[in-house]
């Protein structure tokens, strides 16, 4: 029996007790108006019904209508298709029946989320009678059905969508494990510059984790990093705004190199291309290759090193050792054609003319083959602890003969028998280079210096000559590196310009240092240090 029936049954009782007298008629009307609004009311609910019938029944989604407690009241033709069970078992079932989702705690906060607000969403998996498995995403609605309250559940089968998504992120998790494996760098970042991707090969590079970079802005990082001239905030954000706006075209897919300070101000050199990628008109992103050209950078500086020491080695061989051999062919072509001829006073003479040649060559050439040896870094350093006054003595006998052509005295001033750690073969060197030059630039009848002094740690030697001396001009360039300039001597002698150049070498080599003091027409000093030994210095 309905309510309203139940109500009828109740006025057709009351209007009986009034049989011997009239009942009231204003009540009498209130009851009639009463039990048509609870007709219309009653016929509503029934539209209602009728309405959530073909709603249902028509829809593709699987649909169950049921009780408070899960009972289900109804299913539409979707649903008994999907499940395999026909209509009549699905009516009275539970919906337990057909969710095998196993987890009770997650289904009672749906189903206490349902009755608090009167709706829901979740996703569940749903089993067929054959025990076919399947997700489904559910919407659920409270609704009165049969005049009693009831919900309303329209389930749709997402299997394939969840493979989609199942593969799309193993997909990515892939592209990760790709990206996090290229030794380059991979940046990429969205419009307004927040970094989303940072993988290990931009943290080896920078030094900067990806948790510490994920999430910052490219732009402010970049500031962070860049080094020198281009460590610019209003420059790097400009350079930003034309990635992002897509104003200069130019500037993707073109390689850039520049300097970063990473951890213990350590300087690498970085290349980098940027890229962006198109999604969709509203979703672009950016990104960033960058790779650590530092070793190829000082290989390319190694290289230019080479084919500079390649074209001194051709100069020196073209100019320095040629004009020399063109002159000793030539006094020997003259001594053939004349040997009967001269005198035995005239042989001499022309004989020191070919030795005179012959020195300075020799000279050029063992400079020429030190240099070269310390170029491409076959030159040996071996320091040791020696007696300096042994050294310059061997070293002044060596140089007596060239000296004696010239008529240049060579003297040994040392007051001193100190006793220094350096590389033997390399102070003979250095003094031999500089007392050769002395000798070169100075008038016959001169007289070459050789000098020492203590100075802290290191002794100081002197090479001082008499001669020519060095103008203002040419003094503050003598010593430099990328100038082989030579200059010939009071005799005419030449040279390669490596001399005084390997002699800044070596010197530096021992942690000294070399300087010059000149003044034109009044000779030359050339001063040098090395370390002290140890076992002088505990004295």
Request: charged share 30%.
């Amino acid at each position: 029996m309905d309510i309203l029936e139940k109500f009828q049954e109740i006025k057709h009782h009351f209007e009986s007790s009034f049989q011997n007298h009239s009942p009231d008629k204003k009540f009498i009307e209130d009851l009639d108006q009463f039990e048509k609004l609870l007709k219309d009311k009653i016929r509503a609910i029934d539209l209602e019904t009728t309405d959530y019938k073909k709603l249902v029944e028509n829809a593709e989604d699987y649909m169950f209508i049921t009780s408070g407690e899960g009972t289900i009241l109804s299913a539409n033709a979707a649903a008994c298709k999907k499940y395999k069970i026909p209509i009549d078992e699905f009516v009275g079932s539970s919906v337990l029946k057909i969710d095998t989702s196993n987890n009770a705690g997650e289904i009672m906060q749906n189903v206490g989320e349902l009755i608090l607000t009167g709706n829901t969403r979740f996703e569940a998996v749903h089993k067929s009678r054959v025990g076919e498995t399947f997700n489904v995403d559910v919407i659920a609605q409270r609704i009165f059905w049969k005049n009693e309250e009831a919900f309303i559940f329209a389930c749709r089968d997402i299997t394939k969508q969840k493979q989609l998504q199942k593969a799309l992120n193993e997909s990515e998790a892939k592209l990760k494990k790709i990206i996090n494996q290229i030794s380059d760098g991979i940046i990429i970042y969205e419009k307004n510059g927040k970094i989303i991707i940072w993988n290990r090969g931009a943290e080896k590079i920078t030094g900067i984790k990806k948790e510490d970079a994920t999430g910052r802005i490219i732009y402010e990082l970049q500031y962070e990093l860049l080094t020198g001239k281009l460590k610019n905030k209003r420059l790097i954000k400009e350079r930003f705004d034309e990635i992002v706006n897509m104003t200069r075209p130019e500037v993707f897919d073109k390689l850039a190199e520049n300097d970063i300070s990473v951890g213990n101000n350590e300087i690498k050199t970085v290349q980098e291309i940027v890229f962006h990628i198109d999604l969709d008109f509203e979703n672009q992103l950016f990104g960033s290759v960058i790779r650590d050209a530092t070793e190829l950078k000082i290989a390319e500086t190694q290289l230019m090193e080479l084919n500079e020491t390649r074209d001194k080695i051709y100069s020196v061989i073209a100019h320095d050792l040629r004009t020399p051999f063109n002159s000793i062919i030539g006094f020997t072509d003259l001594l053939l054609n004349n040997f009967e001829k001269y005198q035995d006073e005239k042989v001499r003479s022309i004989l020191q003319y070919i030795n005179l040649s012959a020195r300075p060559m020799l000279d050029v050439l063992t400079n020429l083959l030190q240099w070269v040896t310390t170029q491409t870094g076959q030159m040996d350093f071996h320091p040791e602890a020696f007696h300096l006054d042994k050294v310059v003595k061997e070293v002044l006998e060596m140089m007596n003969l060239t000296a004696k052509i010239k008529n240049i005295t060579l003297n040994n001033c040392l007051d001193h028998d100190y006793f220094v750690l350096a590389d033997v073969n390399m102070v003979k060197s250095v003094l031999q280079n500089l007392i050769a030059n002395a000798i070169k630039f100075s008038y016959a009848g001169g007289k070459v210096e050789i000098n020492a002094r203590q100075v802290n740690n290191f002794i100081e030697l002197e090479v001082a000559d008499e001669g020519v001396g060095i103008d203002e001009q040419k003094l503050g360039a003598i010593l430099n590196e990328d100038r082989h300039e030579s200059t010939k001597g009071t005799s005419g002698e030449k040279g390669s310009g490596l001399g005084l150049i390997l002699c800044k070498e070596f010197v530096e080599k021992h942690g000294g240092e070399i300087r010059v003091e000149s003044m034109p027409g009044e000779g030359s000093r050339f001063l040098f240090t090395v370390p002290l030994a140890e076992e002088k210095l505990d004295q």
